[in-house]
């Protein structure tokens, strides 16, 4: 059983849901991102989405993008990412740690290196934003070969014939997108979000995580009542976005109390 698996099963035990933050690797140094990640998990976090910076984030909003930048600045790269999980996983073995990012990336490194690296570093799951499941090919039986979860997005406007086909080649998690457009974008409609899943569970038992659009402890909190996972990414990074001169133990500080506040009010909705 994958720690995704596992993970999700000892939640619907308790009763709870995934919280699940999403961070840029190297933003806004490479020094700053193990120690956050240990941080989040010490604030409540269940599973932790490690973006890889990528150059044309066609998905993410403003605020991803300047991370993503900011990162590059450093020159962070796919093989200082998943450095950095292995780095992790020297005190953290048990929380999953998903990548998440675009192709070129991997097509650049080779699918066969990639997925050798990323399974002896102690990655968990793998979501490639710009990557379908009619295309990925050769790719998805060898992350399933090697045990690692491939995780797909779905939309407002997936069809039944992609949820179903989501269903069938994905694994993990869904990552439902809550509005149309990038990361970070406008207020999300509680009663949209909650009829669409209701529509995707029809066609997959696979946990349903939502993101895009989780600004503050009261969304985090609504969406857990249906979803099974919550992902926070823009709301965290903002405030390393807001506050370029403080120092790294205030900012993890800051994004710790943030998700500490998310944890509360997901947990009160039990």
Do not use: C, W
């Amino acid at each position: 059983m994958s720690r995704l698996t596992s993970t999700f099963e000892n939640l619907a035990r308790q009763g709870r849901k995934a919280l699940i933050p999403f961070i840029t690797a190297g933003d806004p140094t490479p020094g700053f991102t193990v120690p956050m990640m240990h941080a989040m998990v010490a604030a409540g976090a269940d599973i932790i989405e490690l973006g890889v910076p990528f150059s044309d984030p066609m998905a993410d909003g403003p605020v991803i993008q300047k991370a993503s930048e900011r990162a590059l600045a450093h020159h962070m790269s796919l093989r200082k990412t998943m450095d950095m999980v292995a780095e992790f996983r020297r005190l953290d073995d048990t929380t999953p740690v998903v990548l998440m990012g675009y192709l070129n990336p991997v097509e650049v490194m080779g699918y066969a290196a990639f997925v050798e690296r990323a399974k002896a570093v102690g990655v968990d799951g793998v979501l490639t934003v710009d990557m379908p499941p009619e295309e990925a090919g050769d790719f998805l039986p060898m992350l399933k070969e090697a045990g690692i979860d491939p995780i797909f997005l779905l939309a407002p406007t997936s069809t039944a014939e992609r949820i179903a086909r989501v269903d069938e080649v994905g694994s993990g998690y869904v990552y439902y997108v809550s509005l149309k457009g990038v990361t970070g974008a406008g207020n999300l409609d509680l009663a949209d979000v909650e009829e669409k899943l209701a529509e995707i569970r029809r066609h997959t038992q696979l946990p349903l995580g939502v993101g895009f659009g989780v600004k503050n402890a009261e969304t985090a909190g609504a969406l857990s009542r249906v979803a099974d996972a919550v992902v926070v990414g823009s709301a965290l990074i903002s405030v390393i976005e807001q506050n370029p001169t403080l120092a790294a133990s205030e900012l993890s500080n800051q994004i710790s109390d943030l998700l500490r506040a998310m944890r509360a009010a997901m947990d009160a909705t039990r």
